[in-house]
């Protein structure tokens, strides 16, 4: 690229780096209080008392390993990315938790700048963009995901899913990466948590309300078809790896208070759930530390609930 054909070149806006690191200080004072927190429920057995996390050559045992050391296999998820960063987090911070909580801090503030960027890449104006941001940066409902050490597999699933979701959106962007770099990103959110695997379809919802698109969904989408094809590959391959590690495709790992209900009383169940996930969006008057089927008991029947 010639020096004037760069001079040209349209680089990153100077007042959305500016709004993005504004948003990450915001997001960083808020939880600036959980630095003296310490190891709590489950960050006890799944990192204070996890050895395998504790020495720098047990790193390949940690990547080949169930997320929780106290359970069979079949009954844990498999999360190496969150397991590594615990292990990297223990030997720099000599396994001091205020050195973990630290790094959720920051992980919450870099996942805030991101969607403030996405929001701005959507067609946003800065202030509602702003706005956005800021609103989920302070939320209380993040709370547990950020002062509990474990809440980290959700800010690392969050923090790459939008990052692939911005390399979507750059679609002119030095397209031979593009690719390449969805792909990654994807592969790192299945690692951190498996709730990533909805990434596929939160594309498809970007491609829907993107500003630039210039041509019918269904046409826009077989442009990009080599995306979802790499997504495909990508989970196929984390499935591989997944499989052999806990000896099943699935989780096993059936909470005792659904087990031995019937599909449509679990199905009712999670219908009884969403709400109370929507009511603390809008109006979080109080928390607690679990909101599943323990606390909101189990739907046995149908009633206007």
């Not at 989920?136 to 809440?151: K, Q, R, S």
């Not at 109370?276 to 969006?281: A, D, I, K, P």
Request: hydrophobic share 55%.
């Amino acid at each position: 690229m010639s020096a004037e054909r760069a001079a040209r070149r349209p680089g990153p806006r100077p007042t959305a780096a500016l709004l993005a690191l504004a948003v990450a200080a915001l997001a960083c004072a808020v939880y600036l209080n959980s630095l003296a927190n310490g190891f709590a429920m489950d960050d006890v057995a799944v990192i204070q008392r996890n050895d395998r996390l504790h020495s720098a050559g047990r790193l390949l045992e940690v990547l080949t390993t169930p997320y929780w050391p106290a359970k069979e296999p079949i009954a844990s998820p498999y999360r190496p990315v969150t397991s590594l960063s615990f292990a990297l987090n223990w030997a720099a911070g000599r396994g001091h938790p205020g050195a973990f909580h630290a790094v959720n801090v920051l992980l919450h503030a870099a996942v805030a700048a991101l969607l403030l960027l996405l929001l701005l890449r959507l067609g946003l104006p800065a202030a509602a963009a702003t706005l956005g941001a800021a609103v989920f940066a302070l939320h209380p409902v993040h709370t547990e995901a950020v002062a509990n050490i474990v809440g980290r597999a959700e800010l690392l699933v969050a923090c790459f899913v939008l990052i692939a979701a911005l390399a979507y959106l750059r679609s002119t962007a030095r397209p031979w990466l593009r690719i390449p770099a969805i792909a990654l990103a994807y592969a790192l959110a299945l690692g951190s948590k498996e709730n990533a695997i909805v990434l596929p379809a939160l594309l498809v919802l970007l491609e829907l309300f993107r500003p630039d698109r210039d041509r019918p969904l269904r046409t826009a989408l077989w442009r990009e078809r080599w995306v979802y094809i790499a997504l495909i590959l990508v989970t196929a391959g984390f499935a591989a790896v997944r499989s052999p590690v806990l000896g099943v495709l699935t989780s096993g790992d059936v909470a005792a208070y659904i087990a031995g209900l019937s599909t449509s009383s679990r199905i009712a169940t999670a219908l009884r759930i969403w709400p109370e996930y929507l009511r603390l969006l809008f109006y979080p008057r109080d928390l607690i530390a679990d909101y599943g089927p323990g606390v909101i008991f189990p739907v046995t029947s149908w009633d206007p609930r």
